[in-house]
Nanobody, 122 residues
Framework: QVQLEESGGGSVQAGGSLKLSCTGSGRTFSRLSMGWYRQAPGKEREFVAAIDWSGENTYYADFVKGRFSISRDNAKESVYLQMNNLKPEDTAVYYC???????????????WGQGTQVSVSS
């Protein structure tokens, strides 16, 4: 079993930046692929970014390419999402996820965090 806890959400103006953090526990963190999903009010959860166990390979949804960057620090059992040039449509609850395979699709996700709110105003 893995427990995930996100932090770093908040409210920013369009064009601003935030860095989300996620800390895992309960299972060897370095053996898991990690990622981020988000869910806006009234919408389905959607894939944002993922990173493999080594941190060498990353994957992004088209709508965040060039703006967001995922990274991990296995020594700290943490994964991060640097979000730049934020847009109002980025407003959502952001969830940290973990899996034994790269979690680019929701059914592949084994563990979900509780979520952290990101609000972007125009």
């Amino acid at each position: 079993q893995v427990q995930l806890e996100e932090s770093g959400g908040g409210s920013v103006q369009a064009g601003g930046s935030l860095k989300l953090s996620c800390t895992g526990s309960g299972r060897t963190f370095s053996r898991l692929s990690m990622g981020w999903y988000r869910q806006a009010p009234g919408k389905e959860r959607e894939f944002v970014a993922a990173i493999d166990w080594s941190g060498e390979n990353t994957y992004y949804a088209d709508f965040v390419k060039g703006r967001f960057s995922i990274s991990r620090d296995n020594a700290k059992e943490s994964v991060y999402l640097q979000m730049n040039n934020l847009k109002p449509e980025d407003t959502a609850v952001y969830y940290c996820v973990a899996s034994t395979i790269i979690p680019t699709m929701a059914p592949q996700v084994l563990y979900w965090g509780q979520g952290t709110q990101v609000s972007v105003s125009s």
